[in-house]
């Protein structure tokens, strides 16, 4: 069975930084592109970023760009997001995602998921 896992988020201020990651087991994501997305109450889940199997391209929304940095090592199945420079606006729960065809596709069509972990930015 697939499951991607995720953990580092926190309660943190502003100005400050976080980094999450996304540890995928049950098969390997080497050759899929992944990303992150993140969800507030009583909207849809937004594109926050997403890299290529090789971390040659990666992409970002224009709300985290400069600030956000996505990164994966394939040896250990994992996905990164550093977030530095936090404001409250990021509050929101963290997803990350395997398996995109599409960079920042409204819905987002990712075909696995992650169960999400919190961050919350205090002013």
């Known amino acids: 069975q697939v499951h991607l896992v995720e953990s580092g988020g926190a309660l943190v201020e502003a100005g400050g930084s976080l980094r999450l990651s996304c540890v995928a087991s049950?098969?390997?994501?080497?050759?899929?592109?992944m990303g992150w997305f993140r969800q507030t109450p009583g909207k849809g889940r937004e594109f926050v970023s997403q890299?290529?199997?090789?971390?040659?391209?990666?992409y970002y929304a224009d709300s985290v760009k400069g600030r956000f940095t996505i990164s994966r090592d394939n040896a250990r199945n994992t996905l990164y997001l550093q977030m530095d420079s936090l404001k409250p606006e990021d509050t929101a729960v963290y997803y990350c995602a395997a398996q995109l065809s599409i960079v920042a596709a409204t819905p987002p069509d990712a075909n696995y998921w992650g169960q999400g972990t919190q961050v919350t930015v205090s002013s």
């Open positions: 890299i290529d199997p090789s971390s040659r391209r990666t």
């Open positions: 049950g098969r390997t994501f080497s050759t899929d592109v």
